[in-house]
C-alpha cells in the first residue's frame, strides 16, 4: 500500500476505488458502471483488509513448527516405548528377542530422526510456498493499489475518504475539478462545507446511519467554490477498519438532470405530438420509396381513418389500399409527382380524389418533404386534410365570380364611407371609367353636375345602419355624356352583424327610358293611325261613290261633251285625295305592302305636296325632274315613307333653314368593283338623291347612323329608328343607299332601286283598257248604300247577277234563299253586327266550298286580312279596276282538295260522302 495518500489527522492510507469507464486505467477489463467501479473499489479495499489479517509473517511460521515437533516427538517416543515390548514378544521369541531387543533404542533413534526430517523438510516446503504466496499476494495488493490509486486520479467522478465526523481525509482532483477547489482546500473542509442541505449535526448524523447500514447513495446539492451549486449523487460505503471510515463517489447530476428534463420534454413533446395529431382534423403520416420502388407507410395518425376510411393498420403494410381509393383520373399524375418528387428533392404538394368508402368522392390536399435515408430510400414527412368544402366553395365563389364578371349589370363594391373597392367588367363598358381609375375614389365621381347623388345623404344612414336603397338616378360617363341607372345598394353583413361593405348594382336605364320614349311615340302614331284608319275607311267609301260614278259616266258614251271636263277635274280630285289618304296610311304604317310598277317622276311630285306641308317654312324644296319617266317596282307608300324619312333628318340638319332637293334619274354600271360603293352591282338602276344643306355628319358617327337606336341628336329629339327604317325599306326592295357627307356643307342620300324598262298593264289609262262583264250571279255585301247602289249598277250594266245585303247576317239569309245560284261573294271586310267580311265568307265557304269570294276595304292593314293576296279590291277603285278584279276571280280555276278532287266535284257530291 503506498503512503501517497496519508490522512490529514492520522497515518491511516486512503481506500482506492475506481470510477465511470471515461477514467479507467489502460485495461481495457475493468470498463465498470460508476456504481460498479464504487463497489469494486470497496471490495478490493476491504479484501485487501482480510489478507492482511490471514497471511502470517516468519517468527509465526517457526514457533509453529518448534511446537508440532516437539508434540510429534513425544507422541512417538511414547509409542514407542509401550508398543515396541509388545511388538517383540509378539513377533519373536528367545533368544532372537534379546538380540532383537539390544537395537531397540539405537531403531528408535533412527526412526525418530527419519521422522523428524520429513516433518522438518514438509514443513520447511510448506513455509517456503506460504512465503512465496506472501510476497506474491503482497506484490499483488500493491500493483493493485497503486492500479486503484490511479483510477481515482484519472476518474470522472469524485471520490472522498471521510472520518466519522465527516472530515475530508482524501479527496480525487475529479472531485476538485467539479467544485472548484484546490485538493489542499478540501483536506482542510467538513463535508457540511459543501453540502448545501446539511449542518455539520446532520454530517455526524448521517455517517452514523451509514456506518449502521452499510452504504447508501442519494442525492445532495454541493456549492462551488464560486457560489454556484450543482446536484450530485453521492454513493458511500463504510468501512471499519482504522477506527472506521466512510468512503463516497460524487458524480455530477447536472448533465443528467438536463437529459432526464431534455427526455421529458421529448415525451411530453411526443404525447402533445400524438394528441395534436389525433385532434388535427386531417392525418399526419410517412411514407417510405425504397430503391426496387416499393412503398411502405411506417406511420400514420389515427386521423387517417376518417379521412380515408382506412385505418393505420390497413396501411402499415404497403400504399396499396390508399392507392385503390385515389380517384383513377388522379392516380397516374399522383405516382408521377411522387416519382419526381425523389429524383429532385423537391416538396411533394398534391391535390388528389378519393373515393371514401362512406362519403362518395372527396378531395384531399396533401404537403410533405422528402428525406434522403442512408440506405438510398426516400422518406415524406406530411399530412394530409380533406379540403372537400374548400373546393365546393372555390366552385361557388368561381361561379359567383364569373356571374359578377358577366353580370349584365353594373356591380360596384364600396367600404362604408362610399370609397369604391371593385367594379365588374360591365361597369367599364357603360361608364368608360376603369376598375384601377375608379379604386379608392367616392360615389361622388358618378354624380351627373345637379342630379341627385347615388346615396343621398337621409339613405345613407339607412345603409349603413343595415337598410337597403333603391331608386333610379342621373348619373355620368367618363365622358361626360348622362347616363341614367337604377341602382339598388345593399350593405354587406360579416359574421357578427356588422356592416363592412356597401353592394350597389346599378342597371342601365337610359335605353329603356329611350323605348319607353319610343312606346309612347308609338303608341301616339298608333292613335293617330287608328284615327287616321277609321277616318281613312270613311273617307274611302266617299271617294270610292265620287270615283265610281266618275268611272260611270266616262262610259257613258252619250256624255255632253262640255260635261267631260268637269266630270275629268272630278275623278282627278278624287284620286289625290285618294294618294292623300294612302300617304297618311303609309306615314302611320296602316297601309298593306302593295309592290307594282312606279314612275318615280310622279311619286317625288306627289310626296312634294306632302313635304311642303310637314316641314318648316324656312326650307325650301326644289324637285329635280328626269326628262324621261324612270319607272320601279315597289309599293309607293313604303317608298314615300322612306323618301320623308330622310327628308325629315335632313330637316333636323338645318335648324336655321335651308334648301333641300329631291332628284330622280337613271344609272348604270358596269364594274362591280369600288372601294368607296362596295355595295354596288353592274346594271340598271334608277335613283332617288335627297341632298340638303345643313351642318353634316362627322366621320367616326358615319358608318353608324344606320343602326337601330343610334342618333347623335340630343335627348327626347330623335329615336334612332329613322335612317334604320328607310335603309329597310330600300334593302327590302333589293337596293341600297349611298351617302356622302361634308361638314358644314351638307349631306346627300341616294337610294338605288332595280329599273323596269315599261309601264306595267295596270298603270295604262283606264280609257285604253278594255271591260269585260259575265253572267254569273254575284252575292254583294256593303253597309254604305251609296257604295252599294253604285257597285251593282255597275255590276249590273256588265250582264252580272247581284243580289245586294247590308250586313252579314242577311247576306247568310239571302245566300239560304238561293244556295245553288250564286258564284261569288263580293264583301266589305268591315260591317256592323257581330260578324265581318272575312268571317262572312268563311261562313258561306262551308256551305259551298266552290264559292268565290272578292274582298272591298278601304282599310288595307287590318289584321283579318292576312293571307288574301289578290283577292282583296282596295278603296277607292275605278269601274275598270272592279270589272277586272271580278273577272279575275271568277275566271280562276277552281281550288284543289287535300285529295285533288275539284269544289264543283265536292258540290255534286252526295252529303253523306
Request: net charge negative; aromatic share 6%.
Given at each position: 500500500m503506498?503512503?501517497?495518500s496519508?490522512?490529514?489527522?492520522?497515518?491511516?492510507?486512503?481506500?482506492?476505488?475506481?470510477?465511470?469507464?471515461?477514467?479507467?486505467?489502460?485495461?481495457?477489463?475493468t470498463?465498470?458502471?460508476?456504481?460498479?467501479?464504487?463497489?469494486?473499489?470497496?471490495n478490493?479495499?476491504?479484501?485487501q483488509v482480510?489478507?492482511?489479517?490471514?497471511?502470517?509473517?516468519?517468527?509465526?511460521h517457526?514457533?509453529?513448527?518448534?511446537?508440532?515437533?516437539?508434540?510429534v516427538?513425544?507422541?512417538?517416543a511414547?509409542?514407542?516405548?509401550?508398543?515396541s515390548?509388545?511388538?517383540?514378544r509378539a513377533?519373536f521369541?528367545?533368544?532372537a528377542?534379546?538380540t532383537?531387543?539390544?537395537f531397540?533404542?539405537?531403531?528408535?533413534?533412527?526412526?525418530?530422526?527419519?521422522?523428524?526430517?520429513?516433518?522438518?523438510?514438509?514443513?520447511?516446503?510448506?513455509?517456503?510456498?506460504?512465503?512465496?504466496?506472501?510476497?506474491?499476494?503482497?506484490?499483488?495488493?500493491?500493483e493493485?493499489?497503486?492500479?486503484?490509486?490511479?483510477?481515482l486520479?484519472?476518474?470522472?467522478?469524485?471520490?472522498?475518504?471521510?472520518?466519522?465526523r465527516?472530515?475530508?481525509i482524501?479527496?480525487?482532483?475529479?472531485?476538485?475539478?467539479?467544485s472548484?477547489?484546490?485538493?489542499?482546500e478540501l483536506l482542510?473542509m467538513n463535508?457540511?462545507?459543501i453540502d448545501?442541505?446539511?449542518s455539520p449535526?446532520d454530517v455526524?448524523?448521517?455517517i452514523?446511519?451509514?456506518?449502521d447500514?452499510?452504504?447508501?447513495?442519494?442525492e445532495a446539492v454541493h456549492r462551488?467554490?464560486?457560489?454556484?451549486?450543482?446536484?450530485?449523487?453521492?454513493?458511500?460505503?463504510?468501512?471499519?477498519?482504522?477506527g472506521?471510515?466512510?468512503?463516497?463517489?460524487?458524480r455530477?447530476?447536472?448533465?443528467?438532470?438536463?437529459?432526464?428534463d431534455?427526455?421529458?420534454?421529448?415525451v411530453h413533446?411526443?404525447?402533445r405530438?400524438e394528441q395534436i395529431?389525433?385532434?388535427?382534423?386531417?392525418?399526419?403520416?410517412?411514407?417510405?420509396?425504397?430503391?426496387d420502388?416499393?412503398?411502405?407507410?411506417?406511420?400514420?395518425?389515427?386521423s387517417?381513418e376518417?379521412?380515408?376510411?382506412?385505418?393505420?393498420?390497413?396501411?402499415?403494410?404497403?400504399?396499396?389500399?390508399?392507392?385503390?381509393?385515389?380517384?383513377p383520373e388522379d392516380?397516374?399524375?399522383l405516382?408521377?409527382?411522387?416519382?419526381?418528387?425523389a429524383?429532385?428533392?423537391?416538396a411533394?404538394?398534391?391535390?388528389?380524389?378519393l373515393?371514401?368508402?362512406?362519403?362518395?368522392?372527396?378531395w384531399?390536399?396533401?404537403?410533405?418533404a422528402?428525406?434522403?435515408?442512408?440506405?438510398?430510400?426516400?422518406?415524406?414527412?406530411?399530412?394530409?386534410?380533406?379540403?372537400?368544402?374548400?373546393?365546393?366553395?372555390?366552385v361557388?365563389?368561381?361561379?359567383?365570380?364569373?356571374?359578377?364578371?358577366?353580370?349584365?349589370?353594373?356591380?360596384i363594391?364600396?367600404d362604408?364611407?362610399?370609397?369604391?373597392e371593385?367594379?365588374?367588367?360591365?361597369f367599364?363598358?357603360?361608364?368608360?371609367w376603369?376598375?384601377?381609375?375608379?379604386r379608392?375614389l367616392?360615389f361622388e365621381l358618378?354624380?351627373?353636375?345637379?342630379?341627385?347623388d347615388?346615396?343621398?345623404?337621409?339613405?345613407?344612414?339607412?345603409?349603413?345602419?343595415?337598410?337597403?336603397?333603391y331608386?333610379?338616378?342621373n348619373?355620368?360617363?367618363?365622358?361626360?355624356?348622362?347616363?341614367?341607372?337604377?341602382?339598388?345598394?345593399?350593405?354587406?353583413?360579416n359574421e357578427v352583424?356588422?356592416?363592412t361593405?356597401?353592394?350597389?348594382v346599378?342597371?342601365?336605364?337610359?335605353?329603356?327610358?329611350?323605348?319607353?320614349?319610343?312606346?309612347?311615340?308609338?303608341?301616339?302614331?298608333?292613335a293617330?293611325g287608328?284615327?287616321?284608319?277609321?277616318?281613312?275607311?270613311?273617307f274611302?267609301?266617299?271617294?270610292?261613290v265620287?270615283?265610281?260614278?266618275?268611272s260611270?259616266?266616262?262610259?257613258?258614251?252619250?256624255l255632253p261633251?262640255?260635261?267631260?271636263?268637269?266630270?275629268?277635274?272630278i275623278?282627278d280630285?278624287?284620286?289625290?285625295a285618294?294618294a292623300?289618304?294612302r300617304q297618311?296610311l303609309?306615314f302611320?304604317?296602316?297601309?298593306?305592302?302593295a309592290?307594282?310598277?312606279?314612275?318615280?317622276?310622279?311619286?317625288?311630285?306627289?310626296?312634294?305636296?306632302?313635304?311642303?306641308r310637314?316641314?318648316?317654312?324656312?326650307?325650301?324644296?326644289e324637285?329635280?325632274?328626269?326628262?324621261?319617266?324612270?319607272y320601279?317596282?315597289?309599293?309607293?307608300?313604303?317608298?314615300?315613307?322612306?323618301?320623308?324619312?330622310l327628308s325629315l333628318n335632313?330637316?333636323?340638319?338645318?335648324?336655321?333653314g335651308g334648301?333641300?332637293?329631291?332628284?330622280c334619274f337613271?344609272?348604270?354600271?358596269?364594274?362591280p368593283?369600288?372601294e368607296?360603293?362596295?355595295?354596288?352591282q353592274?346594271?340598271?338602276?334608277?335613283?332617288?338623291?335627297?341632298?340638303?344643306?345643313g351642318c353634316?355628319i362627322t366621320?367616326d358617327?358615319l358608318p353608324?347612323?344606320?343602326?337601330?337606336?343610334?342618333?347623335?341628336?340630343?335627348?327626347?329629339?330623335?329615336?334612332?329608328?329613322?335612317?334604320a327604317?328607310?335603309?329597310?325599306i330600300?334593302?327590302?326592295?333589293?337596293?341600297?343607299?349611298?351617302?356622302?357627307?361634308t361638314?358644314?356643307?351638307?349631306?346627300?342620300?341616294?337610294?338605288y332601286l332595280p329599273?323596269?324598262?315599261?309601264?306595267?298593264r295596270?298603270?295604262?289609262?283606264?280609257?285604253?283598257?278594255a271591260?269585260?262583264?259575265?253572267?254569273?250571279?254575284?252575292?254583294?255585301?256593303?253597309?254604305e248604300?251609296?257604295?252599294?247602289?253604285?257597285?251593282?249598277?255597275?255590276?249590273?250594266?256588265?250582264d252580272?247577277?247581284?243580289?245586294?245585303?247590308?250586313?252579314?247576317?242577311?247576306?247568310?239569309?239571302e245566300?239560304?234563299?238561293?244556295?245553288d245560284?250564286?258564284?261569288?261573294?263580293?264583301?266589305?271586310?268591315?260591317?256592323?253586327?257581330?260578324?265581318?267580311?272575312r268571317e262572312?265568307?268563311?261562313?258561306?265557304?262551308l256551305?259551298?266550298p266552290?264559292l268565290?269570294v272578292?274582298?272591298?276595304?278601304g282599310?288595307?292593314?287590318?289584321p283579318?286580312?292576312a293571307?288574301?293576296g289578290?283577292?282583296?279590291?282596295a278603296?277607292?277603285f275605278?269601274?275598270?279596276?272592279?270589272?277586272?278584279?271580278?273577272?279575275r276571280?271568277?275566271d280562276?280555276?277552281?281550288?284543289?282538295?287535300?285529295?285533288?278532287a275539284?269544289?264543283?266535284?265536292?258540290?255534286?257530291?252526295?252529303?253523306?260522302?
Open positions: 503506498t503512503p501517497a496519508a490522512s490529514r489527522s492520522s497515518g491511516t492510507s486512503v481506500l482506492p476505488g475506481e470510477d465511470e469507464p471515461g477514467a479507467r486505467s489502460a485495461d481495457s477489463s470498463a465498470l458502471l460508476p456504481e460498479e467501479s464504487l463497489r469494486t473499489a470497496l478490493a479495499r476491504t479484501n482480510v489478507w492482511e489479517h490471514r497471511v502470517p509473517g516468519p517468527l509465526s517457526l514457533a509453529r513448527l518448534a511446537r508440532w515437533t516437539v508434540v516427538y513425544v507422541i512417538v511414547v509409542l514407542w516405548v509401550v508398543l515390548d509388545h511388538l517383540l513377533l521369541v528367545q533368544p528377542r534379546a532383537i531387543a539390544t531397540k533404542d539405537s531403531a528408535f533413534v533412527v526412526v525418530s530422526t527419519i521422522m523428524l526430517y520429513s516433518m522438518l523438510n514438509a514443513q520447511i516446503r510448506r513455509l517456503q510456498k506460504e512465503e512465496l504466496v506472501r510476497i506474491g499476494i503482497s506484490r499483488d495488493l500493491e493493485r493499489e497503486q492500479f486503484l490509486q490511479a483510477v486520479r484519472s476518474a470522472t467522478a469524485g471520490f472522498w475518504e471521510l472520518d466519522l465527516g472530515n475530508i482524501d479527496v480525487n482532483e475529479a472531485y476538485s475539478k467539479m472548484g477547489y484546490s485538493r489542499e482542510a463535508v457540511a462545507d448545501t442541505t446539511k449535526e455526524i448524523a448521517h452514523r446511519a451509514v456506518a447500514t452499510g452504504g447508501e447513495i442519494f462551488r467554490k464560486d457560489g454556484s451549486t450543482f446536484p450530485a449523487e453521492i454513493s458511500t460505503k463504510y468501512l471499519p477498519a482504522r472506521g471510515r466512510v468512503v463516497a463517489f460524487n455530477d447530476l447536472t448533465d443528467r438532470n438536463r437529459a432526464i431534455a427526455l421529458e420534454q421529448r413533446l411526443q404525447q405530438l395529431a389525433t385532434a388535427v382534423p386531417g392525418a399526419i403520416w410517412t411514407l417510405e420509396r425504397r430503391q420502388g416499393t412503398f411502405t407507410v411506417p406511420y400514420a395518425s389515427p387517417l376518417g379521412l380515408t376510411g382506412y385505418t393505420p393498420e390497413d396501411v402499415s403494410l404497403g400504399v396499396e389500399t390508399i392507392l385503390s381509393c385515389i380517384h392516380r397516374a399524375g405516382l408521377a409527382q411522387i416519382a419526381r418528387s429524383r429532385e428533392m423537391t411533394l404538394d398534391v391535390e388528389v380524389r373515393n371514401h368508402p362512406a362519403r362518395g368522392e372527396i384531399v390536399e396533401g404537403r410533405s422528402p428525406q434522403r435515408t442512408p440506405s438510398g430510400s426516400t422518406i415524406w414527412h406530411g399530412y394530409a386534410h380533406d379540403i372537400t368544402a374548400r373546393k365546393n366553395t372555390e361557388r365563389l368561381r361561379q359567383l365570380s364569373l356571374a359578377v364578371e358577366q353580370s349584365p349589370a353594373s356591380i363594391i364600396a362604408t364611407s362610399g370609397l369604391v371593385y367594379t365588374n367588367p360591365r367599364t363598358q357603360v361608364t368608360g376603369t376598375s384601377d381609375e375608379v379608392g367616392s358618378l354624380k351627373a353636375g345637379d342630379a341627385s347615388i346615396h343621398p345623404p337621409a339613405d345613407w344612414l339607412h345603409l349603413t345602419a343595415g337598410q337597403m336603397w331608386g333610379e338616378v348619373n355620368r360617363r367618363k365622358d361626360g355624356t348622362p347616363l341614367a341607372e337604377f341602382a339598388t345598394v345593399s350593405p354587406v353583413v352583424g356588422r356592416v361593405h356597401l353592394l350597389a346599378l342597371e342601365d336605364v337610359t335605353e329603356r327610358h329611350l323605348l319607353e320614349a319610343q312606346s309612347r311615340h308609338s303608341q301616339k302614331m298608333e293617330m287608328l284615327l287616321t284608319g277609321g277616318i281613312a275607311h270613311d274611302n267609301n266617299i271617294l270610292q265620287i270615283l265610281g260614278w266618275v260611270f259616266l266616262h262610259s257613258e258614251a252619250e261633251t262640255e260635261l267631260c271636263e268637269p266630270i275629268r277635274e275623278g280630285a278624287a284620286n289625290r285618294s292623300l289618304t297618311l303609309a302611320n304604317r296602316r297601309h298593306s305592302l309592290p307594282r310598277t312606279v314612275n318615280l317622276v310622279d311619286l317625288l311630285t306627289g310626296i312634294t305636296r306632302m313635304l311642303r310637314v316641314l318648316s317654312g324656312g326650307i325650301a324644296i324637285v329635280v325632274e328626269s326628262p324621261s319617266p324612270v320601279v317596282h315597289a309599293d309607293p307608300a313604303l317608298l314615300d315613307h322612306a323618301l320623308v324619312n335632313a330637316r333636323d340638319a338645318m335648324p336655321r334648301r333641300l332637293f329631291l332628284e337613271a344609272a348604270t354600271f358596269q364594274d368593283v369600288d368607296m360603293h362596295p355595295e354596288r353592274p346594271g340598271n338602276f334608277a335613283c332617288v338623291a335627297v341632298r340638303d344643306t353634316g366621320p358617327a353608324h347612323i344606320f343602326e337601330p337606336f343610334y342618333t347623335t341628336k340630343s335627348e327626347g329629339r330623335g329615336t334612332g329608328l329613322g335612317l327604317t328607310a335603309s329597310g330600300v334593302r327590302q326592295h333589293g337596293g341600297w343607299i349611298e351617302v356622302e357627307s361638314l358644314g356643307e351638307g349631306t346627300t342620300f341616294r337610294i329599273r323596269e324598262a315599261e309601264l306595267d295596270t298603270d295604262i289609262p283606264e280609257a285604253q283598257l271591260v269585260q262583264g259575265g253572267n254569273e250571279t254575284i252575292l254583294l255585301v256593303e253597309d248604300t251609296n257604295v252599294c247602289e253604285l257597285i251593282r249598277l255597275v255590276l249590273t250594266r256588265l252580272y247577277t247581284v243580289y245586294t245585303a247590308a250586313t252579314a247576317s242577311a247576306a247568310i239569309t245566300f239560304e234563299r238561293h244556295r245560284a250564286f258564284d261569288m261573294l263580293l264583301t266589305d271586310v268591315v260591317m256592323p253586327g257581330e260578324m265581318n267580311g262572312l265568307a268563311e261562313h258561306l265557304k256551305e259551298k266552290s268565290r272578292l274582298y272591298m276595304t282599310h288595307t292593314s287590318l283579318m286580312l293571307n288574301v289578290e283577292d282583296l279590291l278603296k277607292p275605278t269601274r275598270s279596276e272592279l270589272a277586272q278584279s271580278v273577272r276571280v271568277l280562276r280555276a277552281p281550288q284543289k282538295t287535300d285529295d285533288g275539284s269544289d264543283a266535284a265536292l258540290e255534286r257530291a252526295p252529303a253523306n260522302g
